[in-house]
């Protein structure tokens, strides 16, 4: 945990931003794997862990702002869970530790939002994706569960916070990209033709979990770059392909890394590899020049997609002129997805508080109709305090590409014909993790090697 | 999967006990970590997993007794989530490999039910142990989320099926258990002073993983062996102290193991961890000897319990009558828990339809009173073809042992001054996998050492 000042503060500054009424925050609870209670590893909810810190199943907490007290639901263990689970610290201490010194047993919870909506109070409330929260809140608020959206001014008051890392936030993000370097170049050491991708996403896994770090989302490991969320993993590495591996750790804390190398499984990448490497990269690059802020991280996106389209004209899939391709979204058939999302205790940071908060405003809202446009999870003016994911990357998507071509789809920027060659070309990413200073960004982390030759000489060193 | 004619067969002799009415079947989705869509590893709802084999997040099937149809519900991938997630196996093409040619949207799955209901025909359910499914069930069928208990008919003609194991089961489970026992050796061969437990936890989890299996469940690997389910695994390893590991592999089929050993972090037991693991072992080989069908399993672990009574009277610790002692449930200072479980599909096999249906009969149901024997997940009458755990253990705890000395409970049996000297004991516990056969009974998988002699050679073999 944090100090016991900074939930305090937290919890301060929302109690100012959201002025009155109760609100309420559900912790996770253990989710069941097959029955009851065999269950996942734990996970605490990412607002509960922001304002309360504390790592426990079961809780919930409420600030009632009225009434100006602030409550944590939880019960102690009793004697025959300490008979099978051993003494640990009591939810009392817990909670000591962030500042709380009211714990009531959960099953009060109801009773104090029954009498609260009694006096016609307003139960704030957030978003649940836990199912079991849609249950509680549904039993808590007697509301139909599909009418459970959430409170505007509570979630915009916490996206609002959330969003501007604290110095200690982003040491602990730093902590968790060094562990995901690390991760990474394990990868690139272990890499060989024969192997299992698999194998790789397993040994990242070990890697990271002996240093108390567990991932931080399922990894992406594959050959097959192409796909762009590739859960299937149990394709053999061959001499000549490119290996994606998309993966970072999370720390202790909870705090995410999200880091993407592309790379060849032997020890060179062919010509053709490179220069569709290179156009990444020059993108990569482009987009991290831009990072600062006020400017509108679509704009950042819109910046890398031309520098995409310049890149491919270079090597003749692409003609035409490279704003005009991008004006008409030609570029979606290579990179059909965003540049980057915002990262903090989550890896998509907020995306169960709702992307229209966290990644545009109202003013400036998410275009939900364009292909690619709709895949940007982040569109608004970036703000000193961001951190946030850059990860342009090419695509070669054989059932995309069948489709365009079958409908001679914007063929005035595309150069079908040369494409064939590259129909099982896979897929290259490069994906970095930045802050955003006052004058502009700072890489978080130790510096994972990037180019083309320095993937190559380190592969060459430890062959 | 099982070939096509297992499901179809197994499917079969469900109609045959339930007769009439629909059969509605839930599968499991992806349960979320931190936000929707950010997901732990699917698993496959296990009675899902019997009758139809197919491992897809989003499924429901159902057998429509009245009509004569097997329906699965599900959808197909859009393009746009062909572009995501690549080409797969098409459901349509995976419910052909369980013997369904009748699939359909997932969203008709309302609209069936609700014309079932209005023709008057019964829904057949399982409990639901899923959040998401209670919301879908409380949605399907107009019920009360609390109400939702299941139909019995239905959960006792699948615990009487899924109770006897078909000969490619067992070697299912046979495989997990090749798996496991394999973990354990690692185990073995890794532990030294200076070493976490969790450093243990990984790295047979990252051997489990490389050979395609999960864990069936959240190992406990600790020094703290009395504390029988330990989640915290941060502690050092230290010299003289002893290491339990319970852990098992699951089969990409979903097959279960389950094994412990206990053994000494350096190379050798101290004297009096030898007596109290050969106490442990002595109960343990009691049971095993008198596995066969037609005893109450409850008979076999009081059994094991008065061979433990027997050993730890033969130290001191104990005195009286074992017969004595056992009736009167002194052991339970020691043996807090029961002497195993039904394993398959699940680690604890089916709990979640129900320890009434699973371990226990309507006329022998469970003592649900009596500390130790609620703990008991297996009483009934054993049947050729059940296949269960054998786990007897000593566990010295240190809360437990307060409590009842400051009652002086039962001092006619416990030498409470010779157990001052065991307080910081731990815990030992020994654990294999047997199939009831027609004359006795069957070990599951390759023998795993387990007298003291054998893992002191291991251990000195491999140091």
Request: charged share 25%; glycine share 8%.
């Amino acid at each position: 945990m944090f100090s016991v000042d900074t939930y305090q503060r937290r919890r301060a500054t929302l109690r100012h931003q959201v002025k009155n009424g109760v609100l309420l925050f559900l912790g996770n609870i253990d989710n069941p794997i097959n029955f009851e209670h065999n269950t996942y590893p734990f996970r605490q909810d990412s607002t509960f862990l922001y304002y309360f810190g504390i790592q426990q199943a079961g809780l919930a907490a409420l600030i009632d702002l009225d009434e100006q007290r602030t409550i944590v639901f939880g019960d102690e263990l009793t004697m025959d869970q300490i008979v099978w689970m051993g003494r640990q610290e009591t939810l009392r201490e817990k909670c000591a530790g962030a500042g709380v010194g009211e714990v009531l047993p959960f099953g009060l919870l109801t009773t104090y939002l029954s009498e609260a909506v009694n006096k016609g109070r307003v139960i704030h409330y957030l978003p649940p994706y836990q199912a079991y929260n849609k249950i509680l809140l549904h039993e808590l608020l007697k509301q139909p569960i599909t009418s459970l959206t959430g409170s505007v001014s509570f979630i915009e008051a916490v996206v609002a916070q959330r969003s501007i890392k604290e110095e200690q936030e982003l040491e602990e993000i730093e902590k968790a990209v060094e562990v995901s370097v690390e991760m990474h170049l394990l990868a690139l050491r272990l890499a060989r033709p024969g192997m299992r991708e698999r194998e790789i996403t397993n040994a990242i896994q070990h890697f990271a979990a002996d240093r108390g770090c567990p991932l931080s989302y399922p990894p992406i490991v594959t050959v097959h770059g192409e796909i762009l969320h590739n859960a299937y993993q149990q394709n053999h590495l061959r001499e000549g392909q490119l290996l994606l591996n998309d993966s970072g750790a999370e720390t202790a804390l909870g705090y995410a890394a999200d880091l993407t190398r592309t790379f060849p499984v032997s020890k060179r990448f062919t010509s053709r590899q490179r220069e569709i490497y290179d156009i990444v990269h020059m993108a990569f690059q482009r987009a991290n020049s831009l990072l600062r802020p006020g400017i509108p991280f679509k704009e950042v996106h819109l910046h890398a997609c031309e520098s995409l389209v310049e890149g491919l004209i270079s090597i003749g899939l692409m003609k035409g002129d490279p704003k005009e391709a991008v004006s008409h979204h030609a570029h979606t058939l290579f990179f059909q997805c965003g540049l980057g999302h915002m990262m903090g205790l989550d890896v998509h940071d907020m995306e169960d508080l709702g992307e229209q908060y966290v990644g545009y405003t109202s003013d400036e809202p998410k275009d939900t109709a364009t292909f690619g446009l709709k895949s940007l999870r982040l569109g608004r003016n970036l703000q000193t305090g961001f951190v946030l994911t850059v990860e342009p990357g090419i695509y070669f998507i054989p059932e995309l590409i069948d489709m365009w071509q079958s409908e001679h789809k914007l063929q005035e920027f595309i150069n079908y014909d040369k494409l064939r060659d590259y129909r099982d070309f896979g897929g290259v990413r490069i994906e970095d993790n930045f802050v955003i200073t006052d004058d502009g960004s700072r890489r978080l982390g130790p510096e994972l090697i990037h180019t083309a030759d320095d993937i190559e000489h380190y592969k060459a060193q430890h062959a």
